[in-house]
């Protein structure tokens, strides 16, 4: 199979998944969601005038350009496109599934006029500057590589309609567990503890993973105590020898876990409070729903849970690195919502509707295998699907909405207009 011909079936299947992502939206609506989508796979940018080249359409490339740019703006295109992706991307959650919530941020220290621009703090350069919000959720297996981007919403807290960084946790649940139907683990970090989030995740009797901080408080045996004591006198029952991927190569680590049954403020719940050590000075404390038995096999569970979260961070550096999310260049608050609603759709096309190697492995062999990759970047092969999509389009001069040309002699082309 030549490149044109790798090219003309992802282009088949861009239209395919786009047909999907955009159900219930009016037919120019799905044809610029298809296109930003082609756009964006083939271009590994979210400019759009990239975006608008890649099209090669036969008009001045600024109708394009000015085409794009409005139906980013449209009003609602966000929560449709979110609907449509959960209610594909459900299909991938089983019971236990891990949905791994993540806030993470857009920096845009240079900008100056992008609307709602605010304060955060950019977790590579640990320094306030400015920029966006994301709370995305991401599934994963724990004994498996794969990945599902399911869900990404950009907020500012400068926004007018912004209420809290709680809310917006809670809204990305909330959408996630009606399409789900309640089935998945949710896995927090050190946050995910307060009380605002706990008693709506305890109130609506989900399954759960959080790590908790050392000053919060549990009952245990019908007392309050800090969680720290508790994990400090807590009797470690079993060892484990782990493997880490870092970015020198593979760690090696022997860890120990043992557990306590508790209670959260408040709350009649049993809960159970996992504590590792060998992670850090301090020991890991995972507090969670789960029905927790005093085996290897279920202890052991919670705890590769939460490194699977680890783990999930370099799904965030593929997203940001290979779409350049923050070199977004919109100034419209709506504009970068909906520009972020397509690009987590767009990791979910590579990751899940071509990269689960089900659906169809010898596209995804044939992508994988143009590549070419060496050392230069972390084994993570949706890294090089990505790469490999890319190298499938470079040169690729056929318009988009291009169709097979007639024969002369097709009768149909006599016909009156």
Same mark, same amino acid.
């Given at each position: 199979?030549?490149?044109?011909?790798?090219?003309?079936?992802?282009?088949?299947?861009?239209?395919?998944?786009?047909?999907?992502?955009?159900?219930?939206?009016?037919?120019?609506?799905?044809?610029?969601?298809?296109?930003?989508?082609?756009?964006?796979?083939?271009?590994?940018?979210?400019?759009?005038?990239?975006?608008? !080249?890649?099209?090669?359409?036969?008009?001045?490339?600024?109708?394009?350009?000015?085409?794009? #740019?409005?139906?980013?703006?449209?009003?609602?295109?966000?929560?449709?496109?979110?609907?449509?992706?959960?209610?594909?991307?459900?299909?991938?959650?089983?019971?236990?599934?891990?949905?791994? &919530?993540?806030?993470?941020?857009?920096?845009?220290?240079?900008?100056?006029? @992008?609307?709602?621009?605010?304060?955060?703090?950019?977790?590579?350069?640990?320094?306030?500057?400015?920029?966006?919000?994301? @709370?995305?959720?991401?599934?994963?297996?724990?004994?498996?590589?794969?990945?599902?981007?399911?869900?990404?919403?950009?907020?500012?807290?400068?926004?007018?309609?912004?209420?809290?960084?709680?809310?917006?946790?809670?809204?990305?649940?909330? #959408?996630?567990?009606?399409?789900?139907?309640?089935?998945?683990?949710?896995?927090?970090? !050190?946050?995910?503890?307060?009380?605002?989030?706990?008693?709506?995740?305890?109130?609506?009797?989900?399954?759960?993973?959080?790590?908790?901080?050392?000053?919060?408080?549990?009952?245990?045996?019908?007392?309050?105590?800090?969680?720290?004591?508790?994990?400090?006198?807590?009797? @470690?029952?079993? $060892?484990?020898?782990?493997?880490?991927?870092?970015?020198?190569?593979?760690?090696?680590?022997?860890?120990?876990?043992?557990?306590?049954?508790?209670?959260?403020?408040?709350?009649?719940?049993?809960?159970?409070?996992?504590?590792?050590?060998?992670?850090? &000075?301090?020991?890991?404390?995972?507090?969670?729903?789960?029905?927790?038995?005093?085996?290897?096999?279920?202890?052991?569970? $919670?705890?590769?849970?939460?490194?699977?979260?680890?783990?999930?961070?370099?799904?965030?550096?593929?997203?940001?690195?290979?779409?350049?999310?923050?070199?977004?260049?919109?100034?419209?608050?709506?504009?970068?919502?909906? @520009?972020?609603?397509?690009?987590?759709?767009?990791?979910?096309?590579?990751?899940?509707?071509?990269?689960?190697?089900?659906?169809?492995?010898?596209?995804?062999?044939?992508?994988? &295998?143009?590549?070419?990759?060496?050392?230069?970047?972390?084994?993570?092969?949706?890294?090089?699907?990505?790469?490999?999509?890319?190298?499938?389009?470079?040169?690729?001069?056929?318009?988009?909405?291009?169709?097979?040309? !007639?024969?002369?002699?097709?009768?149909?082309?006599?016909?009156?207009?």
């Amino acid at each position: 199979m030549n490149r044109t011909q790798i090219a003309n079936r992802m282009k088949g299947q861009v239209k395919q998944f786009s047909g999907i992502l955009s159900k219930g939206l009016p037919k120019v609506v799905g044809r610029f969601v298809a296109e930003m989508v082609y756009g964006i796979v083939s271009q590994h940018s979210v400019h759009v005038a990239r975006i608008a !080249r890649s099209l090669n359409e036969r008009i001045r490339l600024i109708k394009t350009l000015n085409r794009l #740019c409005r139906q980013l703006g449209r009003k609602g295109l966000e929560e449709k496109l979110r609907e449509n992706l959960i209610e594909e991307g459900s299909g991938h959650v089983d019971r236990d599934t891990l949905l791994i &919530a993540d806030i993470s941020d857009v920096s845009k220290k240079y900008a100056k006029k @992008m609307e709602h621009l605010a304060n955060i703090r950019d977790a590579s350069e640990e320094k306030i500057t400015k920029g966006y919000w994301t @709370m995305k959720v991401i599934g994963a297996e724990v004994e498996k590589g794969k990945i599902i981007p399911l869900y990404e919403h950009l907020y500012s807290q400068d926004a007018p309609d912004f209420v809290s960084e709680n809310e917006e946790i809670l809204k990305g649940v909330e #959408c996630l567990r009606k399409k789900t139907e309640g089935r998945g683990i949710w896995v927090m970090d !050190r946050g995910g503890d307060r009380g605002e989030l706990m008693i709506p995740l305890l109130d609506r009797q989900m399954r759960f993973i959080i790590r908790l901080k050392g000053d919060r408080n549990v009952i245990y045996h019908g007392h309050a105590i800090i969680a720290s004591q508790l994990a400090s006198s807590t009797k @470690m029952l079993y $060892v484990e020898r782990i493997v880490r991927e870092e970015s020198g190569g593979e760690k090696a680590q022997t860890i120990e876990f043992g557990f306590r049954r508790v209670r959260f403020p408040g709350r009649k719940e049993r809960l159970f409070l996992v504590v590792v050590r060998g992670f850090g &000075a301090q020991p890991l404390m995972l507090l969670t729903s789960l029905p927790v038995k005093p085996t290897r096999k279920s202890l052991f569970f $919670v705890v590769e849970a939460y490194i699977r979260r680890w783990q999930i961070e370099e799904t965030i550096r593929f997203e940001k690195q290979t779409y350049g999310i923050e070199d977004i260049r919109l100034r419209r608050y709506t504009r970068l919502q909906n @520009m972020i609603a397509v690009t987590v759709a767009v990791a979910y096309f590579v990751a899940v509707w071509l990269g689960d190697g089900l659906r169809l492995p010898i596209l995804t062999h044939h992508a994988l &295998a143009a590549a070419k990759r060496l050392f230069s970047i972390p084994d993570f092969r949706y890294y090089a699907l990505a790469d490999g999509i890319k190298w499938a389009f470079e040169g690729y001069q056929t318009p988009f909405w291009s169709h097979p040309q !007639r024969s002369r002699a097709d009768p149909q082309i006599m016909l009156p207009i």
